[in-house]
């Protein structure tokens, strides 16, 4: 639904506060048709002055501390509608050299014409007493800057804009901002996060871009290459950027049009083509962002360069492995063992295996004979939990990458130039890594350093464009020590075991708390929770036939032929011609739909047939238990101060992680006199809340997936303090960066990857058929250190166990690997 903008005009009687760094203002105006009265309005504005007759475009809104204020996303500075309004504008410090005094000179001598001077003939402000010919110059120089900051505002709002942006904008560009966004208004979505291809695209056609002109094209496929680099593919083919563009710009393409424009932008360099071998003889041409074709083409080299290395001697290996397991009573299978001498002696090597197979306990002995040989060994990982963890179960320092490769100043201090210092390099979780981190970081790896990446290549794939770790090991081209055995303790953990069915395609029969009560008391470490919640199907279905039983209800008349209820029949009804029953609902029984008291017991006669240990019996549906779960039941047997993350396979839908982040702050932290709040869009944030940032921002030093809480919050600035991490840091964020902020009691199963959670509740119904693939629920269990919960259907399940995820990436790390053999 289209949200209703309203407008508000008046003057500008003060200014409560103003940033400078991102224009965000806090107004007092006295409005034209209430003038007696005082009205706040926030909005965001390169300068504002006491005095200035505004125009403001939004929506009225109350906030929880400040009351009533009108929040503008849209700004027009007008002429000053009165003498006093102008000489207050004037005097506002708005033009140097022009204060209150001189300002009241002005207005007097030149009255209503005073702008039209100052626009046409500012020369005669000599005319007035006091102002002699260095101060005109002062003044003039002023003026023409305010004079530019508002036309490039108007320019920019008049082309849909927001002040936000517009800001943004006009910091960044300055008074070239009208001149470069008329000439490629498309730039607005490369240099500003927030501003998409389709707010530019609105900006460019308003200002005359032709619709299936060259520079829309261009923008487009940039567009279209930088969503599939979102979806991990690193190219696309032809085929796909034309179908993608067809949708995307709704017009028929020119024939053999696309073909022009990807040439002349692979002439520019704006992207690049690498060819496939296709069927036949025939090469298929891929096209890539050139940042992603070059940083493929390196991780594929430099690996190829490592590779091509003699192998060390492990004889003295083997030997040095034998007197410290005998030294130290250690045990390790004879997968193990080969696995530390291969990869101690080759210069890369892959480590891998899934939970319980003794990767952790193989690591910290590779460590151990590294630093028993002498040398120097760096421990990493991808995210900051990950190298929490790493540092804990190895008993050595371990650093995320963008620490590790130093990020300043727009980019990695680690690079070519300026290598690590070690002689053995050792990442894990690199089922995380994507190709560009992976090429950055290799980067910073010394011609002498060795290699070792660790990682369970059955887990979900990483969130940006490529596959590394399933790429290395498919090519067959890098030495691989894969861990297969699990170990008799890691056996006793129903989290493994089951997590290992789940990865061999066997749906793991997983007990009940609601069959099995004692398995609260066992403190069992996987546990299914049978729960429905009602599809959009399922609900528009019954709305549908409430409102027809409630007329019916209502409306019992002689001459009117009413609703038959016969259950098991047929139904007929006058009224079927108005609500012909779906042959899939054919089954409810619509007397007892009329007698049902509340959504659950609605679901239940919906659904006919329920799971004899559903929570729907006790009254709860899918969402309520998920809530129980987190406010009470796990609590209650494994500790109150146990973490509890929630992993939904998707954001959307009633258990998706915007639904559930808004009941579960409610539940747990819900809005109270004392507690600040701020207010971003339609997102709410309080103190106390836990938040996930969701990209990387190398300037705040806090990274996509980053986890951490709400620890103030600044409504006049406005501003939140942060803290993340082990460490405790605290992060101050401006409200530009707050957008990069989502809540975190419930996450994407993607965005937990490379973390480990004491409790994690893991819904798994059919509304999220479309992500329910075998990676993600053994992605989603492994992330449990102590209770793992899945909420749904079995055959939910039993559905997601089955289903391996066939959409392939569109990689070529491979293909080039094997190619440089």
Avoid at 138 to 157: D, N, S, Y
Avoid at 242 to 252: D, N, P, R, V
Avoid at 299 to 315: G, H, K, M, P
Avoid at 793 to 801: E, G, N, Q
């Amino acid at each position: 639904m289209t949200e209703i903008v309203e407008v508000v005009r008046g003057i500008v009687s003060r200014v409560t506060y103003h940033n400078p760094d991102n224009g965000w203002s806090v107004l007092r105006l006295s409005p034209f048709n209430s003038p007696e009265t005082m009205e706040t309005v926030t909005v965001h504005q390169t300068q504002v002055f006491a005095g200035a007759t505004m125009e403001f475009h939004g929506n009225w809104t109350v906030h929880p501390q400040y009351g009533r204020q009108f929040r503008a996303e849209r700004a027009i500075v007008k002429k000053p509608a009165t003498a006093s309004a102008l000489e207050k504008y004037l005097g506002s410090g708005l033009i140097k050299g022009v204060g209150p005094k001189t300002a009241a000179k002005i207005v007097a001598h030149f009255g209503e014409t005073t702008l039209d001077v100052f626009e046409k003939d500012i020369e005669r402000l000599v005319e007035v007493p006091g102002i002699a010919a260095k101060k005109l110059e002062m003044i003039k120089g002023a003026w023409l800057e305010h004079r530019a900051v508002r036309e490039v505002m108007i320019f920019l709002q008049s082309h849909g804009i927001s002040t936000l942006f517009a800001v943004r904008i006009f910091q960044k560009y300055g008074d070239q901002a009208i001149a470069l966004v008329t000439e490629d208004p498309y730039r607005l979505a490369n240099d500003f996060y927030g501003i998409g291809f389709f707010s530019a695209d609105r900006v460019a056609l308003s200002i005359g871009i032709a619709r299936d002109g060259e520079k829309r094209l261009m923008a487009a496929v940039r567009h279209v290459l930088g969503a599939a680099r979102e979806e991990g593919h690193c190219y696309l083919y032809h085929q796909q950027i034309e179908t993608a563009l067809t949708a995307l710009l709704e017009i028929s393409l020119p024939r053999d049009g696309l073909g022009a424009v990807l040439g002349r932008m692979e002439q520019e360099n704006y992207l690049r083509m690498r060819p496939l071998p296709g069927a036949g003889e025939q090469l298929v041409r891929c096209y890539y962002g050139k940042t992603l074709y070059y940083d493929e083409a390196y991780v594929a080299s430099r690996i190829q360069r490592l590779t091509d290395r003699r192998e060390n001697d492990t004889a003295p290996v083997a030997a040095l492995l034998e007197r410290r397991q005998q030294q130290n009573r250690l045990c390790l299978s004879r997968q193990q063992q080969l696995a530390v001498c291969q990869t101690v002696s080759h210069h890369f090597s892959v480590l891998t295996g899934g939970p319980g197979c003794g990767k952790t306990t193989t690591t910290r002995v590779i460590v151990q004979l590294l630093e028993d040989l002498g040398r120097r060994v760096l421990l990493a990982a991808p995210t900051g939990r990950a190298a929490q963890r790493m540092s804990e179960v190895i008993g050595r320092s371990a650093q995320t990458l963008h620490r590790l490769l130093e990020w300043r100043r727009g980019g990695f201090e680690k690079n070519e130039k300026n290598p690590l210092d070690c002689d053995f390099l050792i990442v894990d979780e690199c089922s995380m890594l994507d190709i560009s981190l992976t090429a950055s970081l290799l980067k910073a790896v010394s011609e002498g350093c060795q290699v070792l990446f660790i990682g369970d290549s059955d887990q979900l794939p990483s969130v940006g464009a490529g596959n590394v770790l399933r790429d290395l090991i498919a090519s067959r081209c890098v030495p691989v020590a894969r861990l297969t055995e699990v170990f008799r303790q890691a056996r006793q953990s129903k989290i493994i075991g089951y997590a290992h069915d789940v990865n061999n395609g066997v749906v793991p029969h997983i007990r009940s708390p609601f069959r099995n009560p004692e398995v609260w008391q066992q403190q069992e470490d996987c546990l299914f929770i049978d729960s429905d919640e009602a599809t959009k199907a399922q609900i528009e279905f019954i709305t549908r036939a409430r409102k027809v039983l409630d007329n019916h209800v209502s409306d019992q008349r002689p001459d009117k032929e009413l609703f038959t209820f016969r259950c098991g029949e047929e139904i007929t009804s006058a009224y079927e011609k108005d609500f012909a029953i779906p042959d899939k609902f054919q089954h409810v029984d619509l007397e007892r739909l009329s007698r049902a008291r509340g959504p659950v017991e609605e679901l239940k006669v919906v659904l006919g047939k329920v799971h004899p240990w559903s929570t729907l019996h006790y009254g709860f549906s899918a969402v309520e238990t998920v809530v129980r779960l987190y406010v009470e039941w796990i609590g209650k047997y494994f500790g109150m101060s146990t973490e509890i993350q929630v992993l939904s396979p998707m954001t959307r839908g009633s258990l998706g992680t915007i639904n559930l982040n808004r009941i579960l702050q409610q539940a747990v932290n819900p809005e109270r006199s004392g507690k600040a709040q701020l207010t971003i869009g339609d997102r709410i944030f309080r103190q106390g809340d836990r938040v996930i940032h969701k990209r990387n921002n190398y300037e705040l030093g806090v990274f996509n997936g980053d986890i951490g809480k709400i620890e103030a919050i600044d409504n006049l600035e406005p501003s939140m303090a942060v803290v993340f991490g082990p460490e405790n840091r605290t992060v101050t964020y401006q409200k530009d960066d707050i957008v990069e902020l989502e809540l975190a009691y419930a996450i994407t199963v993607h965005k937990s990857q490379g973390s480990e959670f004491e409790a994690v509740i893991i819904p798994v119904l059919t509304q999220h058929f479309k992500m329910l693939y075998r990676n993600l629920v053994y992605t989603g269990v492994t992330r449990a250190k102590k209770l793992a919960v899945l909420v749904g259907t079995r055959k939910a399940l039993a559905m997601a166990v089955k289903r391996e995820d066939t959409a392939k990436r569109q990689t070529m790390l491979q293909q080039l690997l094997s190619k440089n053999q």
